[in-house]
């Protein structure tokens, strides 16, 4: 595992979007302290702009949700015990007007949900890789909402429940050095 610049919680440091479930169902107990996890994150006004719309596998609507997914991502996810979708309130309720961190406030909700499920022992797997205007359109979502990412969880499977190329890709990924990501004081990036 590649080593922090400075010293940061293990929790943090030790996180990773692992693919590889084993299919089993979880509990409510197992799943909504994660829901619980995330309405815990910050956000402006204490707006909580997210929202999520879960599916657990066996159930009438798995097959909704798993069928926006692109085939990549349907290949490996097939496993996973509940797919959710993540959206957000683009407006505040409180006055009506643009909420401009809708989406960055809704970010720290995932991160604490994937935390929160880390911490547990679970795969938690955020992806991009799905058709949006489907989403809207099939699960009827108003357009008051960002339809921002999905997320599979599921518990930690075998290797061999993967294609030989997503094998190879199971592991925690390298990060860019800080030097790239922080500036002070003015734009300084490539």
Same mark, same amino acid.
């Given at each position: 595992m590649e080593k922090t610049t400075h010293t940061i919680q293990q929790l943090i440091k030790q996180r990773w979007s692992p693919r590889a479930m084993n299919g089993e169902p979880l509990t409510d107990e197992e799943l909504i302290p994660l829901f619980e996890a995330a309405r815990w994150a910050p956000s402006s006004y204490n707006e909580q702009p997210w929202r999520f719309i879960y599916a657990k596998r066996a159930t009438k609507h798995w097959e909704t949700l798993f069928n926006l997914l692109v085939p990549l991502n349907q290949a490996w996810a097939k496993q996973a015990s509940v797919?959710?979708?993540?959206?957000?309130?683009?407006?505040?309720?409180?006055?009506?007007?643009?909420?401009?961190? @809708?989406?960055?406030?809704?970010?720290?909700?995932? !991160?604490?949900? *994937?935390?929160?499920? /880390?911490?547990?022992?679970?795969?938690?797997?955020?992806?991009?890789?799905?058709?949006?205007?489907?989403?809207?359109?099939?699960?009827?979502?108003?357009?008051?909402?960002?339809?921002?990412?999905?997320?599979?969880?599921?518990?930690?499977?075998?290797?061999?429940?993967?294609?030989?190329?997503?094998?190879?890709?199971? @592991?925690?990924?390298?990060?860019?050095?800080?030097? !790239?990501?922080? *500036?002070?004081?003015? /734009?300084?990036?490539?």
């Open positions: 797919l959710v979708l993540v959206i957000s309130r683009k407006l505040f309720s409180h006055n009506g007007k643009p909420g401009r961190t @809708h989406s960055y406030d809704t970010g720290a909700a995932w !991160e604490n949900l *994937a935390l929160e499920g /880390f911490a547990r022992g679970l795969a938690i797997h955020g992806m991009a890789g799905f058709d949006y205007d489907k989403a809207r359109s099939t699960l009827q979502i108003p357009d008051v909402y960002e339809v921002e990412a999905m997320i599979a969880i599921g518990k930690r499977g075998s290797l061999d429940s993967l294609s030989a190329a997503m094998q190879k890709e199971e @592991h925690p990924k390298e990060r860019k050095p800080l030097k !790239e990501l922080i *500036a002070e004081g003015i /734009f300084s990036f490539s």
